[in-house]
């Protein structure tokens, strides 16, 4: 069931776009992050789903009813700005989360039992009366959740958890936001962060924004296997995605020392024809080496720059055409810089992209 759906929604001043034509639906139960460049959109986009920004054409409905007309609209928003609580705070635990419960004007007898069944339910050893500049950080963290959630939100928003946190920090937060997810059967929560590949294991849906437009939305797997341009693979995977640039020459893909046929392509006119332009796409996990067997895969002879071992797999840094190429790749006995190695690939591994656009085309 959609919660919050976003249909044509534009965010323009007289000089510059800062949003274009954003149209997506939050469900029920989804965890949604929300990521993309620092500056390409998404800032923009959470201060509108605050309610901090009004002044934005197009249609938002919560449940169904625009948000400029329902009244206190923030209210029904929790939102956690960068997990950041203030450890020099002198109240307890318990006083910390009864404040937004008073001013609701809840009886002192409903703000216990709101405090203490949703702090059971997400942690039960929660030390209510602990003073709140005694936490730690990851009990500060998970303090902060649990206050988001006693206002009964429609909608949590979480912003750029990890901003300016070291790793040992960042890891604190993943697993108390990881405990959050397993134990949280309430309204949706989105997350906008710049970093991906930490909450790709338990968000069920992945947004990327840049250039202020939405450029693929969907469940985290098939924007990875399957991403719609080059800009979103190259965001998520970074290096782990290699690009190969080059021309179509009947039935070839060509470029200055490599070359291969393309038995599958089905030329149209809207998407290939002679001549073109294109870019292949290659997931580093698709290699294999190859011992020199015969297979009707697609083989690269390349020299090994760089090896790197990680448990059972080499990670190489090595290039065709002078064109960085990273493969993941088993282990297979010994393997040296400077050697020459041969590479193979499943033709239905590549991913195709037209080079001047970037869009994708199969």
């Excluded at 034509?21 to 605050?50: A, C, Y």
Aim: with cysteine; hydrophobic share 40%.
């Amino acid at each position: 069931m959609s919660i919050l759906s976003l249909n044509r929604v534009w965010k323009r001043t007289d000089n510059a776009f800062w949003l274009k034509n954003i149209t997506f639906e939050i469900h029920e139960g989804d965890w949604l992050l929300i990521s993309g460049p620092v500056g390409q959109g998404k800032e923009e986009l959470q201060q509108i789903l605050l309610g901090f920004d009004t002044d934005w054409d197009g249609e938002i409905l919560l449940h169904k009813k625009s948000i400029k007309e329902i009244t206190s609209y923030n209210d029904k928003i929790a939102f956690i700005p960068n997990m950041i609580m203030d450890e020099q705070k002198l109240e307890s635990v318990y006083e910390y989360l009864a404040f937004p419960l008073k001013i609701q004007e809840l009886s002192e007898e409903k703000i216990a039992e709101e405090i203490h069944s949703v702090a059971k339910n997400i942690d039960p050893f929660i030390d209510l009366e602990k003073p709140i500049k005694e936490l730690s950080f990851k009990e500060g963290v998970l303090i902060t959740c649990i206050r988001a959630i006693l206002s009964k939100p429609s909608l949590i928003i979480i912003d750029e958890p990890f901003y300016q946190f070291p790793n040992s920090k960042r890891k604190e937060i993943i697993h108390v936001v990881k405990e959050f997810h397993d134990n949280w059967a309430g309204c949706p929560v989105v997350i906008f962060s710049s970093y991906n590949k930490e909450w790709l294991s338990f968000v069920n849906r992945l947004a990327i924004i840049q250039g202020y437009e939405l450029l693929q939305i969907g469940d985290p797997k098939s924007l990875v296997e399957e991403p719609k341009s080059i800009f979103v693979a190259k965001y998520i995977h970074g290096e782990g995605f290699t690009l190969l640039r080059g021309k179509l020459k009947g039935n070839h893909f060509t470029s200055n020392g490599f070359s291969c046929s393309l038995p599958l392509i089905k030329f149209s006119e809207d998407k290939f024809y002679e001549g073109q332009d294109v870019v292949i796409g290659i997931h580093a996990t698709s290699f294999q080496i190859n011992e020199g067997r015969d297979t009707s895969d697609i083989v690269l002879k390349v020299p090994v720059h760089i090896v790197l071992e990680e448990d059972f797999y080499y990670k190489l840094y090595t290039n065709v055409d002078s064109q960085p190429l990273v493969a993941h790749v088993k282990k297979s006995g010994k393997m040296n810089e400077g050697e020459q190695i041969q590479l193979s690939l499943p033709f239905e591994n590549l991913l195709f992209f037209d080079r001047n656009t970037e869009k994708r085309l199969m």
